[in-house]
């Protein structure tokens, strides 16, 4: 049997863009409604899995061509301009105030939030969406039933934003989008790229892309949507071009240029976002990151319909080491009668909907769902990252220590909810980061997930 350790540059999956340093903030609403919203751990012994060791030549080959598409590298924004120069600053300062004007939509209402960001309330026919070709002179379709066997989680915070916990909210008819701002632009390598993920050319070789991760997935079949309720933690990342999240991925195409991918979950994301808070996010690309797509709201395509959850913004509360346990609930899935892409979040009304005809094999199914965490780590002095995953520790410890994924789900043809089936877990550098998976039932198919990173297993 391989020896995965010894084979670990071999497995490479989607990479994020980079971001800057992690401040650690303990939220002070870890304890609110704690009694009412904690997790309950797994009551039943669980069979484990083990940590599959072979996996098939597709697999192999889609991770090596997402994450040669987003290598690692370090940038400044101003490194070609270290000489002040007022005539291109200026030029730069009015481009980013024309991007920000076509970005950041006319709003009715404004609400501060305890983090710092503006949360502006945007009538939902002027929201981003609507500057795309295909939706000009439109207004968002009503939301279809979601998949039999979609069960409402009693676990669940209703309220699992930080910005709505003061009682304030966007009327009827206007959706919550996080204000950007120039800093916030200023932080990635350009205007053109702020918002989406790095273009790189694809490579075979991924021994140095600097990308690790923790995931089981499922491939094989046709799929039409999932789900899974996922722990939130505040991650510690260790310097600004680092990253960790936790996320789900619907994915489909040849793994080539084509690639087609919706993804969605939290990360701790200082470039994007400028703070520490895990915060919740959405991606989408038809063509393997090249051209289309982008985080959250920040071009053109995800249509919004909730006027309660804003994309982006802070999640809270947030899980602790021997505390509180909280999870958010994604569902993902393809509304058989439109053929549109439609996003849950908790067991509210529905976020929205990625249009159909933005994708290409997407627009039929996906052939694989991918489950996990991931990490950048730039080797800061020649050692490993001390950025965490998940937790910050490994799965061998368990509830209210590990972070975990708990209730995975795959939607079927006929369209209806069913467990996963065959699902592998891969940890790609297992003494930074590792992951267990298993079944019962209470939880379903799960798994514990994450590490520390640097540690005297992983120097």
């Known amino acids: 049997m391989m020896d995965l350790a010894k084979s670990q540059n071999k497995w490479c999956h989607f990479d994020h863009r980079r971001r800057q340093h992690h401040r650690r903030t303990n939220s002070q609403t870890d304890t609110i409604q704690e009694s009412r919203n904690k997790t309950n751990s797994p009551d039943m012994a669980p069979t484990y899995y083990k940590t599959s060791p072979i996996i098939p030549t597709f697999v192999v080959f889609f991770f090596l061509v997402t994450s040669s598409v987003f290598p690692v590298h370090s940038y400044d924004f101003n490194q070609a301009n270290q000489t002040f120069r007022p005539t291109e600053e200026l030029q730069k300062l009015q481009m980013i105030r024309a991007h920000l004007e076509k970005i950041n939509k006319p709003s009715t209402k404004t609400i501060q939030s305890p983090d710092g960001d503006l949360i502006d309330c945007v009538p939902s026919h002027q929201q981003p969406a609507f500057d795309h070709p295909q939706l000009k002179g439109q207004n968002p379709l009503e939301s279809p039933e979601t998949p039999k066997g979609e069960n409402p989680d009693e676990m669940e915070l209703e309220n699992h934003q930080l910005w709505s916990l003061s009682g304030e909210s966007c009327p009827e008819g206007t959706i919550p989008i996080r204000r950007t701002t120039e800093q916030d632009v200023l932080r990635a390598s350009s205007i053109q790229r702020f918002g989406r993920k790095i273009r790189r050319p694809i490579r075979r070789d991924s021994s140095s892309n600097g990308h690790e991760h923790a995931v089981g997935y499922v491939s094989g079949q046709e799929y039409y949507g999932a789900k899974a309720s996922i722990n939130v933690w505040a991650p510690r990342v260790a310097n600004q071009y ?84 909280y999870d958010i609930s994604l569902l993902v899935w393809k509304d058989p009668k439109h053929g549109n892409w439609w996003l849950q979040f908790g067991s509210g009304p529905l976020v929205g909907y990625w249009p159909s005809f933005l994708f290409t094999h997407l627009r039929n199914h996906a052939n694989m769902v991918q489950f996990g965490g991931e990490v950048v780590n730039t080797r800061p002095s020649g050692t490993h990252t001390s950025t965490q995953m998940g937790s910050g520790h490994f799965s061998g410890e368990g509830f209210g220590k590990a972070s975990y994924f708990r209730n995975l789900q795959v939607v079927d043809w006929d369209n209806s909810l069913i467990p996963v089936s065959n699902l592998r877990v891969l940890a790609d550098h297992p003494n930074c980061y590792d992951i267990r998976g298993g079944i019962n039932n209470v939880w379903g198919n799960y798994f514990y997930y994450g590490g520390p990173g640097r540690n005297v297993r992983c120097p």
């Not at 913004?313 to 080491?321: D, G, L, T, W």
């Open 242 to 325: 680092e990253f960790s999240l936790s996320q789900m991925w619907v994915i489909s195409g040849s793994f080539g240029n084509d690639l087609n991918t919706i993804e969605a979950g939290w990360q701790v994301s200082p470039e994007l976002y400028g703070d520490s808070y895990p915060r919740f996010f959405t991606y989408w690309t038809s063509d393997a990151y090249q051209a289309t797509g982008c985080y959250n709201l920040l071009c053109s395509g995800f249509v919004q319909t909730n006027n309660r959850i804003a994309i982006g913004a802070a999640i809270s509360p947030r899980s602790s080491y021997k505390g509180g346990q």
